[in-house]
């Protein structure tokens, strides 16, 4: 195949409430979406998760764009390629920036699955028909708002909730859950905002029988997880520290974590997820898919990639109408039950909605 054509369009969204975790807020949504044409008119669609502040990584919705039009797009314009694991080779040349690189990856492994007459998830190598989702929840005003919440989302079905904690925002707010919600599936996630000068505090946590606490550490700190994880019988999630194959076999084989969660963007495309998580399997570390409060692009991907075997905990996969009031893609992705069914169309097997796209579109480059 031969990508002929890519546009770029920066979106704005307006999420329906605005999510907080210890590193900010975000509320207007701006990203972008790629659309790669090949030489038969054929459409891959991709969506880049980089905020508009690099608080989560280094990128931005700028550097992505800068990256994907100075550099990644003139790699792939009219190559010849066979298949999509060779993108990923192609941009090796480029350090880092894996966010940039996974929005255009995965544009052309829908686009690959699409001329090939499979779904994305088949051509990834999945195998399951329905996914289990779980919901994380950002921090709350109060206590009393976050019990609400968590209330809502154990009633809608979801198999696990995620609550986001930092200092202060944390021992007590997991004390007064499992007080009243004593048996659901729940989990932590720091995003970084501890030290090992917090051991104490986090060994603390031990005793809600947590399923596990999610980057509690420095984004770049992969022993210090290592030592912490010998201290706490909670098994630790890796989230921001994993951005590649290598970060993955260094956390295994120092012992740094239990479980991995796998998001795309962060480790520069579907197929490095797919290598991390096929790594993880062989070595029984469990992986989940993660989420970057996508629309429903992005969050289509995610979907098929979570049907890989080794993804075996529930991810944050929420439906379509857990941020936005109205998504891009028709038909939406719906929850029923804390399950999401794989659609079995062609690709990601969702259509872009070209009516609420060029609505939220702010700004738009045509690639040729
Ligand atoms: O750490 O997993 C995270 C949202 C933004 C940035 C980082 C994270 C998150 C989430 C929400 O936890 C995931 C989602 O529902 O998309
Ligand atoms: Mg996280």
């Not at 804390?338 to 909605?353: F, L, Q, R, W």
């Amino acid at each position: 195949m031969k990508i002929t054509e890519v546009t770029i369009r920066q979106l704005s969204m307006r999420m329906k409430s605005p999510f907080t975790t210890s590193f900010g807020t975000v509320q207007d949504k701006q990203f972008l979406i790629l659309e790669a044409k090949d030489e038969s008119g054929l459409s891959g669609w991709g969506e880049g998760v980089a905020f508009e502040v690099p608080w989560y990584t280094e990128e931005t919705v700028k550097t992505s764009w800068h990256m994907l039009e100075d550099f990644l797009i003139p790699l792939v314009l009219n190559k010849d390629v066979q298949h999509p694991d060779e993108i990923s080779a192609i941009f090796k040349v480029i350090r880092q920036n894996n966010m940039a690189k996974a929005t255009l990856e995965s544009a052309v492994w829908d686009l690959y699955a699409k001329r090939t007459e499979q779904s994305l998830a088949h051509a990834l190598g999945g195998t399951k028909e329905k996914i289990e989702v779980g919901i994380s929840i950002g921090i709350q005003p109060t206590t009393e708002q976050l019990l609400q919440l968590i209330e809502e989302h154990v009633t809608a079905g979801y198999k696990r909730m995620k609550v986001k904690i930092k200092p202060d925002k944390d021992i007590e707010v997991i004390r007064a859950i499992r007080a009243r919600f004593p048996e659901v599936p729940l989990m932590a996630d720091a995003n970084s905002a501890y030290s090992l000068d917090d051991i104490e505090l986090l060994q603390q946590l031990d005793e809600f029988n947590l399923m596990m606490i999610e980057q509690p550490l420095a984004s770049d700190d992969i022993i210090n997880h290592a030592k912490l994880q010998k201290q706490l019988k909670t098994p630790i999630c890796l989230d921001e520290s994993i951005c590649s194959y290598e970060d993955a076999r260094t956390a295994i084989e120092l012992g740094s974590c239990g479980v991995i969660n796998i998001k795309f963007g962060r480790v520069g495309g579907l197929t490095e997820a797919k290598r991390i998580h096929d790594l993880c399997m062989q070595h029984g570390i469990k992986v989940w898919c993660g989420g970057m409060l996508e629309s429903g692009i992005g969050r289509a991907h995610n979907v098929a990639l979570t049907t890989l075997q080794n993804f075996v905990l529930p991810g944050d996969t929420a439906g379509s109408n857990h941020y936005w009031d109205q998504d891009i893609i028709s038909p939406e992705v719906i929850v029923e039950d804390g399950y999401i069914k794989v659609p079995e169309g062609y690709g990601v097997g969702y259509e872009p909605n070209m009516e609420s796209l060029e609505q939220f579109t702010v700004s738009k480059k045509v690639y040729r």
